[in-house]
């Protein structure tokens, strides 16, 4: 996927739990020359999907 491409969030509706696929994160905070990127650009990476999941409607079954 490119830079260009949405983030897909999947989720379980039995259990309500959610998840990222395999490189989606890392779309969000990619990292830098070496592969290990600062603590602070993980969090804001997580604070973002956190955000999105906030937007999400709720569904009460």
């Known amino acids: 996927g490119s830079l ?5 969030i999947d ?6 739990s959610f ?3 395999s490189g989606e994160l ?4 990619p990292p830098e020359g070496n592969g290990a990127r ?3 650009m ?5 604070a973002v999907v956190l955000e999105i999941l906030f937007q ?3 569904v009460l079954l």
């Open 11 to 16: 989720g379980c509706p039995d259990c309500t």
């Open 4 to 8: 260009t491409e949405p983030i897909e």
């Open 56 to 58: 999400l409607p709720v």
């Open 38 to 40: 600062p603590a602070r």
């Open 26 to 29: 890392q779309r969000l905070s």
């Open 19 to 21: 998840w990222l696929d």
């Open 42 to 46: 993980e969090a804001n990476a997580l």
